[in-house]
């Protein structure tokens, strides 16, 4: 996950981000490069060696 490699539990990326802690948080997600919409985190089902990329907004200037 973010160039690191992990070791998880969860067969979707929504579940994955449920089990790091990002469930109600605003975040950007991308599997293997790909953008992955808010609504289709459920149908992407995770395999040993994805990519998983997770990005939080930031405030700031």
């Known amino acids: 996950m973010n160039g ?3 070791e998880i539990e969860a067969p979707t ?14 975040v950007a997600t991308a599997v293997n490069q790909s953008f992955v919409r808010n ?15 997770i990005v939080t907004p930031r405030q700031g200037g």
Do not use: F, H, M
């Open 4 to 6: 690191e490699p992990i």
């Open 13 to 26: 990326l929504e579940k994955l981000l449920e089990e790091l802690g990002y469930g109600d948080k605003t």
């Open 39 to 53: 609504k289709d985190r459920s149908e992407i089902l995770l395999v040993e060696e994805d990519a998983v990329e």
